[in-house]
């Protein structure tokens, strides 16, 4: 499937991607992705390396964040794309995020030290070059021969539910969307899956979310078959909500990973996505 040119969905090495910033803005290219946002998470500190990348390589990449909130069950994360320059007030408020995100991932630790487990804060610290996220937790309890693969450190120790860990976000979503959409972001629900509902409740949760703020849904994921991206045009058209495509974009070569461009099928529509290019902040 050739890629889409479109793919707003992405982390660097300002978060839990793999990818330096620079490095991630050259596989856009390579990709012939003409449009990226950019949204690592609780972070924009990405954001200056991958446009300066992105004016040498022909890449339009806009300044985003990928938000956690709370969720009384599974997770929901938003994706905000913001206007430039990224007003500062917003900035310092992500800079909170970034320390709520430390100090969480010191407590993780903790709870895993308080199971008899051998780790250290360090061998988390020395493996995030920008936001911690439990995936570093998780390749230092690799590192550690604490687990064997991220997968197993996931469903034994740092996944929802397990002992030691701590859910990300002490934020309500309503009050993500609200600081995002007053500083000029769009804002749409990443994974709508992720939120763990389906049939009504799911429509009462979007129309909650739409009441806030909310501009889109994550419709078009590599990871969402046609039926379920069809699904989730049709929610977002019942609540007035733009669509939008995207890979989560982590790293190169893990077998669950997409690969970035990856919509998956049949992708965002023509029309949708003029509709989504004409709202997104910083429109030419
Ligand atoms: P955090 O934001 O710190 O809660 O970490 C969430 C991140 O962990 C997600 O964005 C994924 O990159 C990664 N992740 C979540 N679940 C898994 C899993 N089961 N296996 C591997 N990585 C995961
Ligand atoms: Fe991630
Ligand atoms: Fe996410
Ligand atoms: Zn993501």
């Not at 972070?43 to 300044?63: D, F, I, K, N, S």
């Not at 997770?75 to 794309?81: D, T, Y």
């Not at 917003?90 to 903790?110: C, I, K, N, P, Y």
């Not at 849904?217 to 990871?223: F, L, P, Q, S, V």
Request: contains cysteine; charged residues 25%.
């Amino acid at each position: 499937m050739p890629p889409s040119t479109l793919d707003l969905h992405s982390h660097s090495t300002a978060s839990d991607g793999k990818l330096a910033p620079a490095e991630l803005v050259a596989l856009a290219a390579e990709r012939e992705i003409e449009v990226l946002g950019l949204t690592d998470h609780d972070t924009l500190a990405g954001v200056a390396e991958a446009q300066a990348a992105g004016r040498e390589l022909g890449v339009r990449v806009v300044p985003g964040i990928e938000i956690s909130a709370r969720w009384p069950r599974g997770q929901c994360h938003l994706l905000a794309w913001l206007p430039e320059p990224v007003p500062e007030a917003f900035l310092a408020w992500t800079r909170e995020r970034s320390a709520d995100r430390a100090e969480r991932a010191r407590r993780m630790v903790g709870l895993l030290q308080e199971q008899g487990i051998a780790i250290e804060w360090d061998d988390v610290a020395r493996l995030a070059r920008g936001n911690v996220g439990r995936p570093h937790v998780a390749d230092a309890l690799i590192a550690r021969g604490a687990a064997r693969d991220r997968a197993d450190a996931f469903e034994r120790l740092v996944g929802s539910g397990c002992p030691a860990y701590i859910p990300s976000g002490k934020l309500e979503p309503e009050a993500a969307i609200g600081i995002a959409v007053e500083h000029g972001a769009l804002v749409s629900l990443a994974h709508p899956y992720s939120l763990g509902l389906d049939g009504d409740d799911l429509d009462r949760a979007i129309a909650r979310l739409a009441a806030a703020g909310l501009g889109a849904i994550e419709a078009h994921r590599g990871d969402q078959g046609p039926d379920e991206q069809v699904a989730y045009v049709a929610l977002a058209r019942r609540h007035g909500l733009l669509v939008t495509p995207g890979s989560d974009f982590h790293e190169r070569g893990r077998e669950d990973e997409r690969m970035l461009g990856d919509d998956g099928r049949p992708g965002i529509a023509p029309d949708d996505r003029e509709a989504l290019l004409s709202r997104l902040p910083g429109a030419p």
